[in-house]
């Protein structure tokens, strides 16, 4: 997947804008440089990001707005299939939507999300350096399980997966949990589902420190902007 040519070449641009942020930071910040400059890059990558992450909010909003109209269709209609799907398809159209409209613009970002945490994991050619730099006495390219004890113990990664904890419940509490509840279908299976944004924490146990510092800037921004945009964008 990694050596895909469009996925190839943007974990080589980022590897570059990555060294040459370590570089500026270098002077001000000493050792913490490489960490901090992964933090940097995740968070204007996600700035990059933002005009899908105001769709995907756009679409959830029409989405709740039209699933009362919805529930009443198959409630009405759930004898005849075919005449609850071309209700349902009214609304949309006359909606001026559609219900892959909030999967779209997720959609559109993974290529570029891949290749950042690609940059992060050591899959592209110019990554070793990087991941040679130290972050809170650790490399950035190590892991919590691969030292040569089996458990690397380091106060850099007990902060990064209580952070990572911290951004998933709250996660959790303010963004899946009000999603589920508002959503027009309601199941046993959304109540496990909902845990879905602690697999971060598990991840970062084994992907290198540089990974982890990427899902905690990359899931804390997630957050703070479907928080933000849900409050601002109009219903």
Not at 41 to 47: D, E, G, N, P
Not at 63 to 72: D, F, I, S, V, Y
């Amino acid at each position: 997947m990694y050596t895909l040519g469009p996925i190839a070449a943007a974990i080589n641009l980022l590897s570059a804008v990555l060294a040459a942020l370590t570089g500026i930071l270098t002077p001000l910040t000493g050792a913490l440089a490489a960490g901090l400059a992964v933090l940097a890059l995740t968070v204007a990558v996600r700035l990059l990001l933002l005009p899908l992450g105001v769709a995907q909010v756009r679409a959830e909003k029409q989405r709740a707005r039209l699933a009362p109209r919805l529930a009443e269709i198959s409630e009405r209609h759930g004898g005849n299939p075919e005449r609850m799907v071309a209700e349902q398809r009214r609304v949309y159209v006359e909606a001026g939507t559609s219900p892959l409209a909030g999967c779209l613009p997720g959609l559109a970002q993974i290529p570029l999300v891949i290749a950042l945490y690609g940059l992060f994991v050591g899959a592209g050619a110019g990554e070793e350096p990087l991941l040679a730099h130290t972050f809170g006495g650790v490399e950035l390219g190590s892991t919590l399980v691969s030292s040569a004890e089996g458990v690397l113990v380091a106060p850099v990664f007990a902060v990064l997966l209580a952070l990572l904890a911290l951004v998933a419940w709250a996660n959790r509490r303010y963004v899946v949990l009000p999603m589920t509840r508002n959503g027009p279908v309601r199941s046993p299976m959304l109540g496990a589902l909902s845990y879905m944004p602690f697999t971060t924490v598990a991840v970062a146990v084994f992907v290198p420190l540089a990974a982890g510092l990427y899902l905690f800037a990359s899931t804390a921004w997630a957050l703070a902007e479907k928080v933000v945009l849900r409050r601002v964008l109009p219903d």
